[in-house]
C-alpha cells in the first residue's frame, strides 16, 4: 500500500541530521534535494497542506473540505511526530523527469546507510513520489487518505481480533478454564488499552463470554462508516469472518457465505 510505504519512508528519518541548505537555482526553482528538505520542514511545522503540495499526494488534499481535513489531522499529525528536527541529504541522481535524493539514516547499530526518496518533475517543478504512484492518488482525489486509513484499519482489526484469541488462551489457563470480557483482558494485561475507546482504532470492539465463561465471541464495527472503516467482524472458535454490513454488527445468522 502506497500510504503504508510513505508513512515508512518519513519513520526510516527518524535518526537524521542536519546539513546546510543547498543554494536554489537562478530559476527560484527547488532542486530535488531543496523539495525534499522543504517537504519535511512543513510537515515539521504542522503546514500539512504547504507539505503536501509538494509531492503526489497534492490531489489527496487540496479537495478536502475543512471539516474532512480536521478529520484526517490526527493521522498527519502522526505522521509528522515521526519527523525529526534535522535532515541530511546525502546527494541527488537526476534522470531526466526522475531523480532520486539520498538521505542519510543510522540503524540500530547506528552506521549510517542512505535511504533513497523518488521524485518526479511536473509543470516544471519537482515534487515527491512517482508517476506510477500519482495515477493512483490522481484518481482516489480527496478519497485517497481516507481510503488508506480504512485499508490500515481492517488490517489492524485482523490482527488484534488474532490478539485476543491468544488473550483468552492465556486468561483461561489462569482461570480455571473461563474466559474473560474487554474489561478482564485488558485488566489482566493481555490486550492494549485502546481497544477500549475507537480513537486509535477506529473500531468498537466487543467481546461476549457466554453465562458460564467457558465460551467467547469478539465483534468489531467501524466507529463512522465510510471514515474509520467498511467491514465489520465477528470471531468465535471457527476463526474470523467479515462483510460489509454499512456498520451494523456482523452476526452469525447475518453472515455472507
Not at 534535494?33 to 489527496?60: G, H, L, N, Q
Not at 537526476?94 to 533513497?116: H, L, R
Not at 486468561?171 to 493481555?190: E, M, N, P, R, V
Not at 465477528?234 to 457465505?257: C, E, H, I, N
Amino acid at each position: 500500500m502506497i500510504f503504508r510505504k510513505f508513512v515508512t519512508a518519513i519513520v526510516l528519518l527518524s535518526t537524521i541530521l542536519l546539513t546546510s541548505s543547498l543554494a536554489w537555482s537562478q530559476t527560484g526553482q527547488r532542486s530535488p534535494s531543496d523539495t525534499v528538505r522543504e517537504f519535511y520542514k512543513a510537515m515539521r511545522a504542522r503546514k500539512f497542506r504547504e507539505a503536501f503540495a509538494m509531492s503526489i499526494y497534492r490531489p489527496a488534499v487540496e479537495g478536502l473540505r475543512p471539516a474532512e481535513f480536521d478529520d484526517l489531522r490526527s493521522d498527519f499529525e502522526r505522521m509528522a511526530a515521526a519527523i525529526p528536527e534535522q535532515v541530511q541529504i546525502n546527494g541527488e541522481q537526476i534522470s531526466g523527469e526522475s531523480a532520486t535524493v539520498f538521505v542519510k539514516v543510522k540503524d540500530a547499530e547506528t552506521s549510517a546507510q542512505a535511504e533513497p526518496v523518488t521524485l518526479i518533475k511536473v509543470n516544471g517543478q519537482w515534487i515527491i513520489g512517482d508517476k506510477e504512484n500519482q495515477a493512483i492518488v490522481a484518481r482516489a482525489g480527496k478519497d485517497f487518505f481516507f481510503n488508506a486509513r480504512i485499508d490500515t484499519h481492517h488490517s489492524e482489526v485482523q490482527e488484534l481480533l488474532k490478539r485476543i484469541n491468544l488473550a483468552q488462551a492465556a486468561y483461561s489457563q489462569q482461570h480455571k478454564g473461563q474466559f474473560g470480557d474487554l474489561q478482564a483482558l485488558i485488566t489482566a494485561g493481555l490486550i492494549p488499552k485502546d481497544l477500549e475507546g475507537t480513537e486509535t482504532t477506529g473500531y468498537r470492539f466487543r467481546i461476549i463470554v457466554s453465562p458460564d465463561r467457558k465460551t467467547w465471541s469478539a465483534a468489531a464495527e467501524p466507529a463512522q462508516y465510510g471514515r474509520t472503516g467498511r467491514l465489520s467482524f465477528f470471531m468465535d472458535a471457527s476463526g474470523v469472518r467479515s462483510a460489509d454490513m454499512a456498520g451494523k454488527p456482523l452476526t452469525l445468522a447475518r453472515q455472507t457465505p
